[in-house]
């Protein structure tokens, strides 16, 4: 991994070249490092991209850009997790190889753990990146593979430019929306505590306060309270408080519209 602390140290950087696993121990050549970044017959692929972009900025002056396989898999399939282990697991079917159970056991730290675990967990981080990259990008239509170019990996790059250079705040216009935000929201939670079925709920549960955040609270309003009839299910077949649950009811249930406002 590439450090966020300029103060941090790379031990080892990890590349798959012509099929082959290269790993590069520090201290690093720089020359090297750019000779391969400027070789347009490799084709750069990296999971999260934005760590070795910022490095590759700070430390040689130079853009380059990567396939990033993070994102490719967010494209294909966003409701589940996006770490490199997950993905693999998912896609190619690879046991996850995490080495942070081993580190806690015997207290080791990255810049602690001995070369004879790191070394082989860096070449499965290489090797199972251009593997998944390989698959995700023959899953990807035509489609995705637009939405990639022109959205996702331009989105990449200006948040590398935000961690690197931070961005502009107008601290002036941001303090007013917040007290105007601040005022509405208190004003809803004036009007949902007076509603009837919030205090009925209260007055059953003995709850202090209704968060309309919880979908247990509301659910039971909604479904106990209430006796709406559930329109929409959740994914294990129980009533849904979600935004299209609760929309039917907008216009009959002042209720329901408050906890969507």
Known sequence: GLPHDRNAEIRLVGFHIEGENLLVPAPLDKTFFSMILKDTNI????????????WIERELNMDSVFYDTMLMHYLLNENTSHILKNAAFEVLGIIPWDIERKMQENNWTWETVPETVLYPYNAKDVQYTY?????????????????????????????????????KIDTEWASRVKSKYA?????????????????????????????????????????????????????GKAPSTEAEALKPYVKTHEFCRLVLA
């Open 43 to 54: 084709t750069r692929v990296a999971h999260n991209s934005i760590f070795e972009k910022r």
């Open 131 to 167: 593997e998944l990259f390989l698959k995700l990008r023959e899953q990807m239509d035509d489609k995705l593979r637009k939405v990639y170019t022109r959205i996702m990996r331009p989105l990449s790059d200006v948040c590398v430019n935000f961690e690197s250079h931070g961005i």
């Open 183 to 235: 005022l509405e929201i208190r004003k809803l939670e004036r009007e949902l505590a007076s509603q009837e079925c919030v205090k009925e709920y209260l007055k059953r549960t003995k709850e202090e306060t209704l968060n309309p955040g919880s979908p247990k609270m509301v659910g039971a309003v909604m479904y106990k309270i209430l006796k709406l009839k559930p329109l929409v299910f959740t994914d």
